[in-house]
């Protein structure tokens, strides 16, 4: 019970409807490279509302995944501020870190990143493993309701090199949504899928923020911005348009 | 591409990646120098032994002569392949050391100045030992307590005790150390024979064949031709002695062993090379990318190909240079060890040149020969091969049975589910790790429990023994006055009376001839006089049946005595020797005796028929009714010095605790070169785990960083690593257990025979296991705590971007 209560304190903050969930200012990423320092975010101001959808699209090399990055505590700035429901991440250290971003931000990963020894329900159980969260006896069940509800309970016990490309992407979107997240942030996740499977997807992305979730997805594909609240433009590390969108609905297809 | 920019290039990625380099060397320098170690002692042991025995000029045959007159001298001299002879006597004297009394063979030399046969070498005082001294050999100090300058007492079979000066030392490399025999080695003149109360009168008849062959069937022709022609003189002929011709007692036993190590350390060799072959190929897949490259700039197979090749040439000669030396190094220290242990003096320690012909080649070319295959696919590869592979050859996981019923395994947490479900991914290596760790273990097992399979073997004198001291008498004596001499003594149990003699397997027509080297000891056959009902010994049966009283002709005969005989069973008959006379016997059982040289065992009346000895004994076996040791000891003594005071002469007298005392550490040597083996391939082992688990930690960058993604802390990842570098220490472990128990069962096969003609009974040392448990334990987490820890370090960024 104490454990439980350790970990609800370390989940982000309820933020207040309106509120900032993620408040990102003039953030710096430097790289140092033999070629010389290599500047990735160059002074980003970004604030992000608690249950948005928004998408970070840039070419390549513009500074996208650092962005994802610095959200996720995956990497450190080099300068400037990062607050994400109302942690402040450069206080944490690795361990920290890695607990946070298991309780409050879902990542979903390009190539799904499935670990391949694990079978897809227990791939799911992992995160709530990890942070310590339900009783034990419970992971199991909700792994599989998290799979049922991206349709793929069927597949539960199978390894996931049995799976498609499309199966895999929602198992790792199960498996990100398994501490019932704040945050649920994406890395191109329809980078590597077919456009039927690719709106299945987004839609389910839509959902979840239609009940709360703060989505974020970086992406290069411009024709995304129809299905998002937002979208914020990035070019050479600077933020170039932050345009908020009526968001469409998703098309229909994929899961049901 | 130039050749120079080729191997600039081999030089900088090695450079760019030292920590598998510097594995590479320790590996192969470790396998390098397991090799040298053994094989430099081994060419120095062997030729040393040979040179330490030639150099006495060992006889080809004694002839036990009873006296060697000048014609008799003569008549061998002039004898046809006759090359030397020499007259000689050794005698079992008694030496008293504290308040004991030890054995000691004492060496009656005709003439210091004029040693023809078996000789042996001055080390320090006077040559020849003036009368009334004498010299003894320099292992004999230890169990004389004294050095040269002091003095001893020695009775000799028909003397009083006299007191003798210690006038110089010698080595006498023919013998065992006294300390190993617990007996002291004395020379001495005829005269001071005299002064100890002997007649004057040399025994032996020693002989040498021209050339000294080695052929046995010459040697055994010419010495019953001898024998033959003395015969006809009118000589009696007591017994011919003719050892394996230009052979060291322990020459067989130590080939035995060297070869047994070698063969280890071979292994450990190849067992290193095949873990450079993974390491080497593990650095192709990083390299094949740029193998793609290079090839589509215009270089071919048999370009790219040598340069992985003269790497690993490098690497041999670097190791070479590591581990010849420190093994040849550690040979000497090895060779000076065993060396002490057989009494040998090592002339010179130089290695000869096949030994490093040999070295340098295994150094140079076994890596290049195991990795050559793997070079060779590697540099076949086409470019759109090469550039279009993904770095890390990971084969999915997922679609084979295995993997489907390890994805069923349950009932760990996930990260222990998820160390051991990894610990199959790469299955090959795992093999290759287990093996590696496996040899280790199940070596250092084999090694503890030989020691302790050994130390049962000699417990067995206690169990199948009940006597607590046995006096060998010079002669025969009556029962009845040696059973009232000891009337006097209390506490004795009981004594019983069994017969002596030293017996042949005899052929018709022609004398006996026995394996007894000169020092009366190795290769000797005895016969004893047994009363059939005998409380004093109880050995296993290995067939037939035990004597009975009332068997005339019936013979037990010892697992020693049937190796003489290899084609004798139950049922047989065999002629024997004694006394003089010979007499067949039927063989009704063979009995598993440890503690004991060939004894072939008849009924007392039957000796005493054979021997015409009715009413009197040559050896008592005497039982106390005191369990507590100083008093037994002291039991023991009072009887000596009864037989004594009554006039009968003792020729030895053995408590049952010095015979163990003797045994007891003859195999430890092997054993701690058992124990060192193992460590060498221990050593290896966990470098074949370290280099498995930083891999497999390096092929699964990305997913540790997908799980630093999703919550592991770095503590966790540590965690999960460890675990499975550990997993597979424990299989390791179980398989160690499983391997040494073969090993034991041949390792024991050969010390026991070597020893005593038995194979050990298979002893498992619980010690050992559990011992082993812990260093596997401790020694896997150690060997995967830094990969671990490297990988817990990685930034997640880095880790995430890891191809």
């Not at chain 2, 920019?5 to 320098?29: C, H, N, P």
């Not at chain 2, 006759?82 to 004991?100: H, L, Q, S």
């Not at chain 2, 965690?719 to 390792?747: D, F, N, Q, R, Y």
Request: charged letters at 20%; glycine letters at 8%.
């Amino acid at each position: 019970m104490t454990k439980m209560h350790a970990i609800e304190h370390n989940r982000t903050d309820t933020v207040a409807p309106g509120g900032s969930i993620i408040d990102m200012q003039n953030v710096v990423k430097t790289y140092e490279t033999t070629s010389g320092a290599f500047t990735a975010l160059d002074g980003v101001d970004m604030k992000v509302a608690a249950g948005e959808y928004l998408a970070i699209i840039g070419k390549s090399g513009s500074g996208k995944s650092t962005m994802i990055n610095m959200i996720t505590g995956i990497d450190r700035s080099t300068s400037g501020s990062i607050v994400v429901g109302g942690v402040r991440i450069a206080d944490l250290n690795e361990s920290g870190l890695a607990t946070w971003r298991g309780l409050n931000v879902g990542v979903v990963f390009q190539f799904f990143q499935l670990l391949p020894t694990l079978t897809v329900v227990e791939n799911v159980m992992l995160p709530m493993e990890f942070c310590n969260t339900y009783p034990s006896r419970e992971r199991r069940l909700r792994a599989l309701d998290l799979l049922d509800r991206v349709g793929i309970a069927e597949q539960a016990n199978k390894l996931p090199a049995t799976l498609s490309g499309g199966q895999q992407q929602r198992v790792a979107i199960a498996r990100a949504l398994a501490n019932e997240p704040a945050i649920l942030v994406a890395d191109e996740p329809t980078g590597n899928l077919d456009s039927r499977t690719s709106d299945a997807v987004l839609r389910q992305f839509s959902d979840l923020a239609d009940t709360g979730t703060t989505v974020i997805m970086v992406t290069h594909e411009r024709d995304v911005a129809n299905v998002v609240d937002r979208t914020i433009t990035l070019a050479d590390g600077k933020v170039e348009a932050d345009v908020a969108v009526l968001r469409q609905p998703a098309k229909a297809g994929g899961p049901k | 591409m130039s050749i120079g920019l080729r191997w600039e290039k081999m030089y900088r990625d090695m450079l760019g990646d030292q920590g598998r380099a510097i594995f590479l060397l320790i590996t192969v320098s470790v396998g390098i120098f397991g090799v040298s170690t053994i094989l430099s002692t081994y060419s120095i042991l062997t030729r040393e032994m040979q040179r330490n025995y030639m150099d006495t000029n060992p006889a080809s045959a004694t002839i036990d002569i009873g006296e060697v007159t000048d014609a008799v001298l003569a008549t061998t001299r002039n004898f046809p392949g006759i090359a030397e002879v020499e007259a000689r006597t050794v005698m079992t004297a008694r030496v008293k050391v504290g308040d004991d009394w030890l054995p000691m063979l004492l060496f009656v030399i005709d003439d210091f100045n004029d040693l023809r046969l078996n000789s042996f070498r001055k080390v320090s005082g006077a040559w020849p030992p003036p009368t009334g001294t004498l010299l003894i050999e320099h292992t004999a100090e230890r169990v004389l307590k004294q050095k040269e300058g002091g003095s001893v007492l020695i009775r000799t079979p028909h003397g009083l005790p006299t007191k003798v000066m210690i006038s110089g030392i010698v080595h006498d490399a023919t013998l065992a150390p006294a300390w190993q025999e617990q007996s002291g080695y004395g020379y001495i003149t005829r005269e001071t024979l005299v002064a100890l109360g002997e007649p004057p009168v040399l025994e032996e008849l020693r002989i040498q064949l021209a050339g000294n062959p080695a052929n046995l069937s010459l040697v055994e022709d010419t010495t019953q031709a001898l024998a033959t022609v003395l015969r006809e003189q009118g000589y009696t002929i007591h017994e011919l002695r003719i050892p394996p011709p230009r052979t060291h007692p322990h020459q067989t036993q130590m080939t035995g062993v060297m070869f047994l190590l070698l063969s280890f350390s071979v292994m450990a060799l190849l067992l290193s090379a095949v873990l450079v072959a993974t390491v080497v190929a593990a650095m192709l897949t990083k390299q094949v990318r740029e193998i793609g490259i290079m090839k589509s700039v215009g270089a071919r197979t048999a370009q790219i190909a040598p340069m992985y090749l003269f790497m690993l040439l490098f690497v041999g000669l670097i190791s070479s240079a590591i581990g010849i030396p420190a093994g040849i190094f550690a040979g000497w220290q090895f060779a000076d060890m065993v060396a002490k242990l057989l009494n040998l003096v090592i002339y010179s320690y130089q290695a000869p040149s096949w030994v490093y012909a040999i070295l340098i080649s295994s150094g140079l070319f076994i890596p290049i020969l195991v990795a050559l295959p793997t070079v060779m696919k590697g540099s076949r590869l086409t470019v759109r091969e090469a550039i279009t592979d993904f770095g890390v050859g990971e084969s999915s996981f997922g679609e084979g049975r295995m993997d489907t019923a390890l994805g069923r395994l349950g009932g760990f947490g996930l990260p222990y589910l998820l160390a051991i479900r990894n610990m199959f991914r790469r299955r090959g290596r795992l093999f290759l790790a287990l093996t590696l760790l496996a040899f280790g273990g199940g070596m250092f097992i084999t090694g503890l429990n030989i020691r302790d399979g050994w130390e049962n073997f000699v417990g067995r004198i206690n169990t199948d023994r009940f006597y607590d001291v046995e006096f060998t008498l010079n002669d025969a004596t009556s029962t009845d006055r040696i059973t009232r001499a000891l009337e006097t003594v209390s506490k004795i149990r009981k004594v019983e009376f069994w017969g002596v003699s030293s017996t042949a397997v005899a052929r018709d027509g022609e004398i006996d001839i026995a394996r007894t080297y000169p020092d009366g000891g190795h290769g000797s056959f005895r016969l004893f006089g047994t009363p059939p009902n005998t409380e004093m010994i109880k050995f296993p049966l290995l067939s037939g049946r035990w004597l009975r009283t009332g068997d005339t002709n019936a013979v037990v005969i010892n697992q020693t005595a049937r190796a003489m005989m290899p084609m004798a069973k139950v049922g047989d008959q065999i002629m024997l020797s004694q006394e003089g006379t010979s007499k067949p016997w039927l063989i009704v059982g063979m009995v598993e005796e440890i503690g004991s040289a060939a004894v072939a065992y008849v009924t007392k009346q039957a000796f005493d028929e054979a021997t015409g000895t009715d009413g009197a004994a040559k050896m008592l076996r005497i039982s106390t009714s005191t369990s507590e040791a100083t008093e037994r000891k002291e039991v023991i003594r009072k009887i000596d010095s009864t037989l004594s005071d009554a006039g009968i002469s003792v020729k030895r007298g053995v408590p049952l605790t010095l015979l163990r005392t003797a045994m007891g550490d003859h195999v430890l040597v092997l054993v701690s070169m058992l124990v060192a083996t193992s460590a060498l391939l221990a050593v290896i082992g966990i470098l074949g785990l370290a280099s498995t688990m930083t891999m497999n930690v390096i092929e699964r960058t990305r997913e540790l960083g997908i799980m630093r993604a999703i919550g592991a802390t770095p503590k966790l990842i540590l965690k999960i690593i460890v675990t499975e570098g550990v997993a597979i220490g424990l299989m390791s472990w179980v398989l160690a257990i499983l391997l040494s128990l073969p090993l034991s069962i041949l390792i024991g096969s050969i010390v026991g025979d070597m020893s005593f003609k038995t194979p050990l009974a298979l002893t498992v040392s619980p010690f050992a296991i559990l011992f082993w448990f812990l260093m596997v334990i401790a020694l896997s987490a150690l060997a995967t705590l830094l990969p671990a820890r490297r990988a817990a370090k990685r930034p997640v960024h880095e880790a995430l971007a890891y191809e």
